[in-house]
């Protein structure tokens, strides 16, 4: 049986299929809670994963992720509602394991991504014609206003739906400093004439979604932000439209609106209240150029050696030294703008030495490029193909949230 923190995680005569997440938080439950279609959900106190296990005839990874991940957010909810703990998922997409059966070949796969924070800055001294360093101009001091208090707030919020209301409170409270809202006026009316009012929303226009040959920037955002995100946030009635907090598709809706307000936010910002943001920025073109030729040379490199992990270690630490490596390469298909994915499988039964993996690492080249850990390791047993997919992010300093928790 394979074991994932000491948790059974494949048994061929029960458990075929399933994924583990990362937890947020350390917790204190020990439950096994049974879901619809055989679903079980398994929380362990002494491991930092949320296991759902079942046998699932899905053959296709990505509706199994869909499906386990939708059986672990309605395990939350009842243990929730029954009093036995309130607990998150830390990066959904970003670190898991899922394993599935296909063809009866038992498949395990293990994802994860990193983040590449990366950002310049430049100072400029200006020298006169009598060789003085010249003031120049003042820099506006910002300005205070209270719509800066939802801004932060949209900013600290580990949840995707809070940051959401929380930056349209400040976009409409921006607003209605440039345009008042007359008694008696509608909402809708107000908000279409303020944004005409406002002519840098026509910067945005490309990231707004494609309506009618007649439709404006004014109409596609009152549509995409008011009509369809903001409306079904703020009201949920059965029977009527709304946004389910941690549905994937929902998030999707609400993470790339949540992208555009908060544009029109900072943009808003600038003009009324003068603020001072520095920004420069990587482009994914950039980061592809960088990053794609290199990884193309890899390995991924297993052990067993539980030691905690360390930003100064190397390939010649005895660690990686005696670690079973296998050829990994560059993932075209699974790489889009801003993230490029390493790929890479091996049949567990060729791995030499390293009968639980609690480490794995990426080598590049002559470098060691990144190191995972296994909390409590991982048992391959049952298992006919290893699969990695290790992904690297670029991560723009300074520039406004867009992770939250699941």
């Known amino acids: 049986m394979a074991k994932l923190s000491n948790n059974t995680i494949i048994n061929k005569d029960k458990y075929q299929a399933g994924i583990a997440f990362n937890l947020s938080v350390k917790h204190e439950l020990n439950e096994n809670v049974r879901l619809q279609n055989g679903w079980e959900l398994v929380l362990d106190s002494n491991s930092q994963y949320i296991i759902v296990r079942g046998n699932s005839t899905e053959t296709d990874p990505e509706a199994l992720f869909n499906e ?44 994860r991504v990193s983040d590449f924070t990366m950002g310049s800055s430049t100072e400029i001294t200006i020298i006169d014609a009598n060789g003085n360093e010249s003031k120049g101009n003042k820099v506006t001091p910002t300005k205070y206003h209270e719509s800066l208090r939802y801004y932060r707030l949209s900013q600290i919020t580990d949840d ?26 509608k909402e809708g009316d107000w908000l279409k004439k303020a944004l005409n009012e406002f002519k840098q929303l026509q910067q945005i226009s490309h990231m707004l979604k494609p ?21 079904c946030l703020f009201h949920a009635k ?15 809706k609400v993470g790339e609106s949540l992208d555009i307000l908060t544009q029109v936010v900072l943009m808003l910002a600038s003009k009324l209240l003068h ?43 005895s660690i990686h030294k005696e670690s079973f490596s296998f050829r990994s390469s560059f993932s075209k298909d699974l790489s889009i703008p801003g993230l490029r994915f390493v790929a890479a499988s091996i049949d567990p039964s ?47 300093k300074n520039l406004p949230k867009r992770r939250f928790k699941y």
């Open 68 to 111: 386990c991940y939708e059986m672990v957010q309605r395990g939350l909810d009842l243990l929730s509602i029954n009093g036995k703990g309130d607990i998150s998922i830390q990066d959904v997409v970003d670190d898991y394991t899922i394993w599935w059966k296909d063809n009866n070949k038992q498949i395990l796969r293990i994802v």
């Open 160 to 185: 995707l739906f809070d940051s959401f209301r929380n930056m349209y409170l400040s976009f409409e409270l921006l607003l209605s400093l440039q345009t008042v809202r007359r008694r008696g006026e």
């Open 238 to 252: 059965e029977g009527k439209r709304r946004l389910l907090p941690q549905d994937l598709d929902d998030r999707k």
């Open 275 to 317: 603020t001072n943001r520095e920004n420069s920025v990587i482009t994914n073109i950039g980061f592809s150029s960088m990053m794609d030729n290199v990884l193309n040379n890899s390995k991924i490199l297993l052990s067993n050696s539980d030691k905690a992990l360390s930003k100064v270690e190397t390939l010649s630490d």
């Open 211 to 231: 309506m009618n040959a007649n439709a404006n920037v004014v109409d596609k955002f009152y549509k995409q932000i008011y009509v369809d995100v903001r409306c």
């Open 350 to 396: 060729k791995i030499m030495n390293v009968d639980t993996i609690n480490r794995f690492a990426l080598q590049v080249e002559e470098e060691l490029f990144s190191v995972h850990h296994i909390n409590k390791g991982l048992t391959l047993e049952n298992i006919d193909e290893l699969q990695f997919q290790l992904g690297y992010r670029l991560d723009n």
